[in-house]
């Protein structure tokens, strides 16, 4: 069910503007893509965990003649990746931190000559010890051994110590999840074609144009304007595509350069699962003191996050970790502790929640707990624990007045019938041989980027006024944001249209070049709609603004007029056509074709970046689920039957497409909380293809039932706030408060298999 | 060197081909296992025979020595036959359960057994149904029974020259009834992490003839011969019941690995032989 407000073109269904070309199968793809005289690219790699490089062996067998080869030492300007933390380099030159590590890259005229090559460079390597399995970085932790962390960051609030005297009950557990794959369809590939004038430009797969474009300028010492970084269609990217990017571009760079040729590099799926960025592994212990009338005192949470070799995005990630990790519930004493660990793995890294999804599972399980030992309902000591008005988050945020958790968090359980059905469940009852139990997650996703994030970046946006003539757009949308499937093309374009007054047909939004486009930020952190949403609508509104008054001088003779539904009308009933109007303003050169806007934060937002005090978010979009799941008693097979899911995610701007989100995001969990598992053998993750990492398959979906309840974002015309992520973070607890209820015994890490349940309940299953 | 596909239209000619041409000799039906292994290791010399368009072997037809099936069926030609549906059962519940679609409408029973997984769907119903392997090359026909013809961890009984062109097996007698349950990651294209076949024939409420197989649940796809005679002359009464998980426990040999653990499979292929039992023993 979708109730929105419809308002023009925000709220309405439009059609998704790639989708005919993607459908029919048109959609040009970085691999679909050939370029005169293009090369291949290949990567060679570690074949140790750790270790120092003591030189490279060249297979004298080998025909090197078509092959070029490039080492570190090749490289122009700085071997290092920018990003956050300046640690990781593009090509390791001295010591390697993971097997797999990129030491050197070769290009060849096909893609098996160029693995070929690649296999006969042989890198010497002397090993050295190395930490690679999550569960012993765990139980390291836990024995107080040694690790190295790559990043830390507490949040304080009140007084702990006085939290726990204060406390009746106290409950203490810990909860995990593990490795996880992004899964996108289409695999990491770029282009690098190099140009006359020395420069390069760079086409491919990405969410980032603009995280691209600096790295390649630092890494091929090349000024900004001999860099062009081009999107091509993206099939899916869900933040598997936010920093990697940086590194294959570099690669095809780095031989496009040497070689004086077009190289591209596209992994196949056991390279991209085995080498690229994964959802990092989690710990997190919660120790929480209650009254025993359910009243939260105090609240210390240990939160783990396991990094691999390089900070790469990690910071940001236990960053948004940490923030939601104690999120939604009032409490006056929290002490959060934040730990990135280093290990001897692929750098973790993005993924569609990015720490929030470990911090929900461990927030939402222990919440269930909580009320299991002061004696209540899951729900009644939500409703009692849920923010009001005026509260502060640990962050020290106040929450506003009005905002949608509470209304969520009642719609899901009227909808749900939560209570009625609580009573019902099995509670692993031996009357029964399928056990029923219902569950429920209420949590948020902070929209936009963290903390002063937004003020930093001050996302640009524009609109240009165009020619039009035969069909072609007379309004085009500057922004560095990428489609990727999610429907950025089209929501954007539907804001645009809207604040103009004009058909959403007249906007087009072509995929970013930063030759062409102004940085928008990156698109990641639920930020497009809302973020980039907003900027282009204050520009478009300057647009029109301009353009109604260029009509009035020049067709009503100084009568004020309004642009509405591609007409200007004065108050005397005198009209102008839109595109007749911009044709005429286009004439005269001189006139403002580019209107560009600058986001900025709502007045009076303040961030403490060192103590991670202050307004963590702009806004947040808050959700509940509830999980209905049913488990055979005879196989422990695990079935979510039905999912009521109630979201505020602010103005919804296209309902069908954000039903979309929704249900894609909860599928994505459903594989996160019940399937998905890379283990960890030998410095590589286990699972590396399809037959072995499972994901859901279409039988595997639960009746799903959405409702959206707007909260607008109150600081931008549109009013949209984030939806990307939310919609994944709260299933697997969902799940696992349902199954916890269906066999009376919690599972406390991911993900939910009959196998893990089996050994929690063996004792009590061989006796029946 | 290179690779030669050779395209056979009759049984004849594949066997000749197979007994001629330049080795390795590689047969492909389906391609569905062996393109994925392909993928990784693809061939450089030898012959391929492609099988997929040789009539003979897609048969699927009631003769007086039993029900013939072609090894050149495909999971959907199993799945869709009134024959099968009639009187081997398990064969059409497990060949509906292979792969996805499109798996079904490409994959072969004889790739299936020929691929020797422990895992493979088709084995477990056809042992029940105590299948006949028929084998032949240039130099005559041999049988096979199935349990036999699996030697070790994807290991069969397939000589030099010989392929498999059908497997013979026993129609459901009356009184018979069977069962296949297959338990995977996923509800569908999902590799069994353990599977169940039974067929038991009743009289009343005594048990006269059974059978049962399970998969993964060993090296190779296995008979529970042990559990079958004890549980042969029994009443479908509550010890029975009791009793016939424990006997199938004992006789299965599982592993851990990245599907499944030995300790759950174990457990759980008890369970699913039970629950048939005690479905038979409450009348539905
Ligand atoms: C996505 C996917 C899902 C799958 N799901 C399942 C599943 O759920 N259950 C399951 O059991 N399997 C599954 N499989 C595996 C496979 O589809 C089946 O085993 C199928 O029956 C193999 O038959 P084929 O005809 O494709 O065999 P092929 O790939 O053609 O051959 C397999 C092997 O058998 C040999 N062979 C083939 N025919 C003969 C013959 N007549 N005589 C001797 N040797 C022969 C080949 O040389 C080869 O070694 C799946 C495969 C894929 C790709």
Redesign the pocket.
């Known amino acids: 069910m979708v109730t929105v407000t419809r308002r023009g073109y925000i709220g309405l269904p439009v059609e998704r503007t790639d989708a005919i070309e993607k459908a029919q199968g048109k959609a040009q793809y970085v691999d679909d893509l050939r370029r005169p005289d293009m090369w291949y690219g290949a990567v060679v790699r570690s074949p140790v965990s750790h270790g120092f490089i003591e030189g490279l062996d060249r297979d004298p067998d080998f025909d090197w003649s078509r092959v070029v080869l490039v080492t570190p030492e090749d490289i122009p300007g700085r071997n290092v990746v920018e990003s956050l933390v300046h640690d990781m380099p593009f090509l390791a030159s001295q010591e390697v931190r993971y097997r797999g590590e990129p030491v050197a890259l070769v290009a060849a005229p096909t893609r098996e000559a160029a693995r070929a090559a690649a296999a006969a460079v042989k890198p010497r390597i002397r090993a050295a010890p190395s930490l690679t399995v999550p569960d012993d970085v765990v139980r390291i932790y836990k024995e107080g051994g040694e690790l190295e962390y790559l990043w830390r960051q507490d949040i304080r609030k009140g007084d702990i110590e006085r939290g726990f005297r204060e406390a009746e009950i106290v409950v203490e557990r810990e909860y995990r999840t593990g490795y996880a794959e992004q899964l996108y369809l289409e695999p990491q590939g770029m282009i690098a074609v190099p140009q006359e004038d020395g420069g390069v430009l760079i086409e491919g797969s990405m969410q980032c144009p603009y995280y691209v474009h600096p790295e390649l300028c630092a890494l091929l010492n090349l000024p900004p304007e001999k860099v062009r970084v081009r999107q091509t269609v993206v099939g899916g990217a869900f933040g598997g595509k936010e920093d990697f990017p940086s590194l294959i571009a570099g690669y095809c760079a780095l031989l496009a350069l040497k070689s004086g040729r077009a190289v591209k590099m596209v992994f196949d799926r056991e390279e991209d699962i085995l080498f690229t960025t994964k959802r990092h592994p989690s710990w997190v212990r919660h120790r929480t003191g209650l009254t025993r009338d359910g009243r939260i005192t105090g609240w210390q949470v240990d939160f783990l996050l396991i990094g691999g070799a390089y900070a790469t995005l990690s910071p940001v990630v236990l960053a948004r970790g940490i923030i939601h990790a104690t999120i939604g519930y009032r409490c006056d004493n929290v002490l959060i502790e934040g730990r990135v660990v280093r290990t001897h793995m692929p750098p973790s890294g993005a993924f569609r929640g990015f720490g929030a999804p470990q911090a929900f599972w461990a927030l939402e399980s222990h919440v269930d707990e909580l009320a299991e030992a002061c004696g209540m309902r899951p729900d009644e000591f939500r409703l009692r624990n849920a923010y009001r008005g005026g509260d502060t988050m640990a962050t020290g945020q106040k929450v506003p007045e009005e905002y949608g958790g509470p209304a969520v968090l009642r719609k899901a359980l009227e909808q749900s019938r939560f209570e009625a059905r609580f009573a019902h469940c099995s509670r692993g009852s031996t009357l029964t041989d399928r056990w029923y139990g219902i569950g429920l997650a209420y949590f948020c996703h902070g929209a936009g980027f963290t903390g002063d994030g937004e003020a930093r970046i001050k996302a640009r946006a524009a609109v240009e006024l165009a020619g039009g003539g035969e069909g072609g757009p007379l309004v085009v949308i500057r922004a560095s944001s990428t489609e990727m499937g999610q429907g950025a093309q089209t929501v954007l374009r539907q804001i645009v249209a809207e604040a103009l007054g004009v058909p959403i047909e007249s906007v087009s939004y072509p995929l970013p070049d930063t030759a062409l486009v102004p940085d928008s930020g990156p698109t990641v952190a639920s930020r497009t709609t809302m973020v980039v949403g907003a900027v282009l609508y204050d520009a478009a509104v300057a647009m029109k603004k301009a353009l109604e008054g260029f009509v009035s001088q020049q067709f009503f003779d100084g009568a004020d007029c309004v642009l509405e539904e591609a007409v200007f009308r004065s108050g005397s009933g005198q009209a102008v056509d839109f595109e007749r109007a911009v044709q005429d303003y286009l004439r005269t050169a001189e006139r403002q074709q580019r209107f560009e806007a600058v986001f900025s934060l709502p007045p009076g937002s303040q961030w403490d970046q060192e103590n991670f005090r202050g307004d963590a978010y702009p806004d947040y979009s808050w959700a509940c689920y509830v999980a209905e799941v049913e488990v055979e008693r005879a196989t422990l097979a695990i079935r979510p039957i039905r999912v009521t899911a109630v979201l505020d995610i602010g103005r919804v701007v296209n309902p069908v497409l954000a039903e979309g989100q929704v249900e894609g995001g909860l599928v994505q969990g459903l594989g996160y909380a019940m399937m998905e598992k890379v283990g960890v053998r030998d410095g590589l993750f286990e699972a590396d293809r399809l037959q072995t990492y499972i994901v859901p398959g279409v039988l595997d979906i639960p009746e799903i039932r959405i409702t959206f309840l707007e909260f607008p974002y109150r600081y931008s015309g549109p009013g949209a706030k984030g939806l990307g992520e939310l919609p994944l973070n709260g299933v697997a607890p969902a799940i696992g408060n349902a199954l916890k209820h269906a066999v009376g015994r919690r599972i406390h890490d991911l993900p939910l298999t009959p196998e893990k349940l089996f050994r929690a309940i063996e004792e009590r299953l061989v006796e029946q | 060197m290179g690779v030669r596909v050779e395209i056979a239209d009759t049984l004849q000619q594949a066997l000749r081909l197979l007994a001629e041409s330049e080795p390795p000799v590689?047969?492909?039906?389906?391609?569905?296992?062996?393109?994925?292994q392909w993928r990784r290791d693809p061939p450089d010399s030898g012959t391929v025979i492609v099988?997929g368009h040789i009539p003979e072997?897609q048969v699927i037809e009631a003769r007086p020595e039993g029900i013939y099936i072609g090894?050149?069926a495909t999971?959907a030609a199993l799945r869709d036959s009134a024959l099968l549906k009639a009187k081997v059962p398990a064969i059409v519940t497990a060949a509906s359960?292979?792969?996805?679609r499109q798996?079904q409408s490409?994959?072969?029973?004889?790739?299936?057994i020929?691929?020797a997984?422990p895992?493979?769907?088709?084995a477990p119903p056809l042992l029940i149904a105590d299948a006949q392997v028929v084998l032949q090359s240039v130099r005559g026909e041999r049988k096979v029974p199935l349990d036999t013809f699996y030697r070790g961890y994807r290991e069969i009984d397939?000589r030099e020259g010989?392929?498999?062109?059908g497997f013979l097996v026993r129609p459901l007698e009356p009184g018979g009834v069977e069962f296949f349950r297959k338990l995977?990651m996923r509800s569908a294209?999902?590799?069994?992490k353990v599977s169940v076949a039974m067929r038991l024939v009743l009289e009343g409420r005594k048990v006269c003839r059974a059978r049962i197989a399970l998969g993964s649940l060993a090296e190779v796809p296995l008979r529970a011969e042990e559990a079958e005679k004890w549980l042969e002359g029994r009443e479908l009464s509550r010890e029975t019941i009791q009793e016939i998980g424990e006997r199938v426990r004992a006789v299965v040999r599982p592993i851990d690995d990245i599907r499944s653990t030995a300790r759950y499979r174990r457990w759980v292929a008890g369970n699913l032989v039970r629950g048939f039992v005690e479905s038979l023993a409450a009348g539905d």
Do not use: F, K, W, Y
């Open positions: 590689r047969l492909l039906a389906g391609g569905t296992d062996l393109l994925v099988l072997l090894s050149g999971h359960g292979v792969g996805g798996i490409t994959g072969t029973i004889g790739g299936n020929a691929n997984s895992a493979a769907d088709l397939l010989e392929m498999i062109v995977g294209h999902a590799i069994a």
